[in-house]
C-alpha cells in the first residue's frame, strides 16, 4: 500500500526557512501530480503548491508564491517543499499528496484533494 511520510517542520522565526520532505514509498512519483496542503488553527485546508512530476509544471497558491518551492526527487522517491522568508500566517500543519498517474496536460491545480493520497502531516510554526 501506498505512504506517504513527512518530516523537516519545526519552530522557526518569522523571515526563517524550512524544507519540508515527503518520502513516498508503494507507488513511484513520477506521471502524476503531487501537492502539499497546509491547515492552520481554526481554517479550512488550502492547497500551498502543485507539481506534475512529469510535465514539471507548478502551481502556487497567491500567499506562498516568490517565497515557496515544490520540487521532486524520482530516484528518493521524494517530494520536497522549500519555504523561505515565513510569516507567522504560514503557521499550520502541512500535509503532502500524490495523485494517481495522470496525463502530462494535467493542470494539477485543479485535481480536486479528494483524488490524492495523504501523508499524516508535520507542524509548521513560525512566530512573529
Known amino acids: 500500500a501506498q505512504q506517504l511520510v513527512e518530516s523537516g517542520g519545526g519552530s522557526v522565526q518569522a523571515g526563517g526557512s524550512l524544507r519540508l520532505s515527503c518520502e513516498v514509498s508503494?507507488?513511484?512519483?513520477?506521471?502524476?501530480?503531487v501537492a502539499w496542503f497546509r491547515q492552520g488553527p481554526g481554517q479550512e485546508r488550502e492547497g500551498v503548491a502543485t507539481?506534475?512530476?512529469?510535465?514539471?509544471?507548478?502551481y502556487y497558491a497567491e500567499a506562498v508564491k516568490g517565497r515557496f518551492t515544490i520540487s521532486q526527487d524520482n530516484a528518493k522517491n521524494t517530494i520536497f517543499l522549500e519555504m523561505n522568508i515565513l510569516k507567522a500566517e504560514d503557521t499550520a500543519m502541512y500535509y503532502c499528496?500524490?495523485?494517481?498517474?495522470?496525463?502530462?496536460?494535467?493542470?494539477?491545480?485543479?485535481?480536486?484533494?479528494?483524488?490524492?493520497?495523504w501523508g499524516q502531516g508535520t507542524q509548521v510554526t513560525v512566530s512573529s
Open positions: 499528496a500524490a495523485g494517481r498517474p495522470s496525463p502530462v496536460t494535467t493542470n494539477c491545480g485543479t485535481q480536486p484533494p479528494g483524488t490524492y493520497y
Open positions: 508503494g507507488i513511484p512519483i513520477d506521471n502524476r501530480c
Open positions: 507539481l506534475h512530476t512529469s510535465s514539471k509544471r507548478t
